[in-house]
């Protein structure tokens, strides 16, 4: 992802396609242990959002991830639209008026997104959600920027962690959201939410 607002507007792009790509796989992670509806959904949000995109091409980054938030809040069914929103929207909050985009801006912005999906979910590490993927992408952020790496390896990097953090998910114990009330059938499935949200971190690093 390139450090601007064209670049911002391109990971968003990228987000959209992986999302619609993955649907079938997201929305059968969810049947196993959720609704069953997470990969429609996300899909539907993201074919809302980039009809948005032509009107704030010419934003700064905190409008741009505001508008995706408000998309995905009145569009994504479930709880997702109103995490996923949250998220867009803190972040947007926290990079007001940004044209482009420092190492440091990028963790302020994903450390906000983080603090919004935690305070509206109710989330901890190590209960089965979203937040499993993206903490140790945050976590993996914070030492790059106290190393002083490049954007990009250090997004690399994050995505990884992402990645690494919602294949963990499988052996947890479910204990937020549907998958809640499997209980220990809840085990040996991957969360659907922390698929997800690895996508974004990954989006942030393919096709630059």
Do not use: C
Not at 15 to 31: C, F, K, V
Not at 188 to 200: E, I, K, M, R, V
């Amino acid at each position: 992802m390139a450090a601007d607002r064209a670049g911002v507007l391109a990971w968003i792009r990228r987000s959209a396609e992986a999302i619609h790509e993955q649907r079938e796989i997201l929305t059968e992670l969810d049947r196993e242990i959720g609704d069953g509806d997470h990969g429609t959904n996300m899909d539907r949000g993201f074919a809302a959002v980039m009809t948005k995109l032509p009107d704030v091409a010419d934003a700064d980054i905190g409008t741009i991830l505001k508008t995706v938030g408000m998309t995905l809040v009145s569009t994504v069914g479930g709880a997702s639209g109103p995490l996923y929103g949250t998220a867009f929207l803190r972040a947007g909050t926290a990079l007001a008026g940004k044209q482009e985009l420092t190492l440091a801006d990028a963790l302020a912005g994903l450390q906000a997104a983080l603090d919004g999906v935690v305070a509206r979910g109710h989330a901890e590490r190590g209960e089965k959600t979203m937040v499993d993927a993206i903490a140790p992408a945050v976590d993996a952020l914070k030492a790059s920027v106290e190393h002083d790496d490049a954007l990009r390896q250090a997004l690399e990097t994050a995505a990884t962690a992402a990645e690494d953090g919602a294949k963990a998910t499988i052996p947890m114990l479910a204990k937020k959201g549907r998958a809640s009330y499997l209980g220990e059938r809840s085990i040996n499935h991957q969360d659907p939410g922390a698929t997800s949200a690895a996508l974004f971190f990954r989006a942030m690093v393919t096709g630059e």
